[in-house]
């Protein structure tokens, strides 16, 4: 086990009819502005129990933040922050609502005179203004981690920052949000969670067994809630545990001491960035590809991850690992996720090249566990994922 | 799943050579009260790398601190505390030291005439003075949660308190530590992180599918490191993962929505109260007797964890439970811990009767997961365990 350092301050408030608690959590002077995302909280009835437990405080609203949050539209709310002297934000919603925020968080108390440099220059936020928040879509963790994802389209870039002082101070889970969710959005939750324990779990052994456990533990209840969640997404029970399992999936437990990948989002963000495909799709078209194409090096823990979370008992090393990833597909496409770009987008040709040059221009700084993927390999990897 | 909030906002500092790290973790004004046990800290070499990364502060020592904290002592580092402006508190120790260092985190800031009440009426702690540790025996988890346990000799009493303002600040873990530790106190860690485990899942089914996996997890992996650690505390591999184990025990997460049982622990910190036995032979003691009494109650869960952590496939739901409460028997005895209070006490007769006196006498609350163990339940658990 390598060397780990670990503190996360989040509260979480996790269950039903939770979202009341909310007026306690908020420092009672505070001018607050609640941010959302399209809308769908208006029609969920989130929307209402927000604004009243709202109620006595002095209130901004700001929705319309889009899935992959974009810059320019975050830009408009960094404006009225400053303008209204904001001084706590409130973010309700699924990830893309959380990361806005914690942009917003870093902005609000950036000093430097371009806010884009926070993303450009991977510029780390160790205070930002205090935010908390409601969690209506689960997927990505953001509710309990300090890491967030910012899209530019007029630049066609996704960028990623974060900071120890851009944890929530609490995030409010209530699992009944879930029941409303359409099933498009509860796969992409579930693919997502699942691909971010990968990407921590997904490497070379490192002598790190109860992280190993967890990881696998996550992935056993993933895969356990996944065709209940579809089938009944008021399933309370898979509910919880599919809210539950997405927050412990990127809250930073299962990546203490052990190497982590992560080339899979580095090359699924290109993917969103030039098609506008799902992120948790893009990780489904990216991840069977990536781990053919790096076997020899991930072949251990593909085979005990095969063992563990698949059962599967026979054959050499090789043949489990590479047995493993036939089941990690076939429970993709059992959520009716497509697992190859040309079922996205019939204007591929030239993608791996186009994405192995963006890494190079960025100037390239070598994927994977080792660091040591060139961009010759992202090519191979994303015309194997054609 | 039930409802459940969590915060555990303690800095964990996990690896080799990690203690020069305390430097750094102190407010720079603080006056520090360093406290630690019985000396063990000056034989393999941690007094000496926490006074170097003291150097500058102005440090008072307090050693001496027993196993099973004593109000008496510790009633001693008070006075000096409160005399001498103490701001800062340093426990370098196990669960015994970090527990003692607890109580004095309360009474330090505490208003009232009596600081025994804090036991006596469970009065809560939000504030504490604030303390951190560094860790040098792996067991009771005392490092990353906010309870704490104190005896006091004169009135044979081992009483809990807690609250959130009692988790550490920070908490530095070096497994480098385990090297130098006795069998014995390997044998006890282990059995103390194994037995906090089954009191938080050896329930009933209550659907937190996650907390399950990861409670099984944490116990498969003590079963993996155990005849590692046991047979070279040198093995790193084995005492890193026994360490991180031990805190993820009791850190708060695998009891997070679920029913919780601690009847193994009331009835135990009798037995030590009554005889000196070292806390995790208590347990083990008591822990098999309590398993087979309830058996009725706790089949599924017995069941589940003899699958899943035992392999344990033949027979029904009521014959895996038994062979589970067998096989946790044999581990605990491959540990050379033994099982029967006539094992260790030859004094034995009247026990039961006696303890489940001692519940009466304190105003009966109910022990177990229910809450509805009646006094001639203890008593013929207690019995069962002779």
Redesign the interface.
């Known amino acids: 086990?390598?060397?780990?350092?670990?503190?996360?301050?989040?509260?979480?408030?996790?269950?039903?009819d939770?979202i009341p608690k909310l007026t306690k959590q908020l420092p009672t002077e505070a001018k607050i502005m609640m941010l959302y995302g399209g809308g769908s909280i208006k029609r969920n009835g989130v929307y209402e129990q927000v604004k009243s437990a709202l109620e006595g405080f002095e209130v901004i609203e700001f929705g319309g933040i889009p899935a992959n949050p974009e810059y320019d539209i975050l830009m408009d709310a960094l404006k009225i922050i400053k303008e209204e002297k904001v001084t706590f934000l409130l973010a309700v919603g699924g990830g893309s609502v959380i990361d806005g925020v914690k942009f917003l968080s870093a902005a609000a108390l950036y000093e430097g005179d371009e806010p884009w440099d926070i993303l450009a220059k991977s510029i780390r936020t160790y205070k930002g203004m205090p935010f908390g928040t409601v969690l209506t879509l689960p997927a990505t963790g953001s509710e309990m981690n300090s890491g967030s994802v910012i899209t530019r389209h007029s630049l066609k870039e996704k960028r990623t920052m974060g900071g120890p002082g851009l944890f929530p101070q609490f995030s409010i889970l209530d699992?009944q949000v879930v029941h409303s969710i359409p099933k498009r959005q509860l796969a992409n939750g579930i693919v997502d969670a699942y691909t971010h324990v990968l990407e921590q779990y997904m490497t070379y052994p490192a002598?790190?067994?109860?992280q190993d456990?967890?990881a696998?533990?996550?992935l056993?209840?993933l895969i356990?809630?996944a065709p209940r969640i579809i089938a009944d997404p008021t399933d309370y029970?898979a509910a919880?545990?599919f809210m539950?399992?997405c927050t412990?999936a990127l809250n930073g437990?299962i990546q203490?001491?052990v190497p982590t990948d992560w080339a899979v989002h580095m090359m699924g963000h290109e993917l969103t960035a030039l098609y506008g495909i799902d992120h948790a799709r893009t990780l489904a078209i990216i991840a069977p590809s990536h781990y053919r194409y790096n076997l020899e090096a991930k072949k251990e823990k593909l085979a005990q991850y095969g063992e563990r979370v698949w059962n599967i008992s026979e054959g050499t090393i090789e043949e489990k690992a590479k047995a493993a990833i036939v089941k990690t597909e076939e429970f993709l496409h059992s959520l009716d996720i497509k697992t190859t770009l040309k079922e996205y987008t019939e204007d591929y040709e030239g993608t791996a090249e186009t994405i192995a040059q963006r890494f190079v221009d960025r100037g390239w700084k070598g994927l994977g566990e080792h660091r040591t993927l060139a961009p010759e390999d992202v090519e191979k990897i994303v015309k194997m994922s054609y």
Do not use: D, H, V, Y
């Not at 002598?207 to 109860?210: K, M």
């Open positions: 086990m390598k060397n780990f350092e670990f503190k996360n301050p989040t509260k979480i408030i996790f269950g039903k939770t699992p002598g790190a067994f109860l456990r967890i696998e533990g996550i056993q209840t356990e809630i029970e919880s545990n539950w399992s412990m437990l203490l001491g």
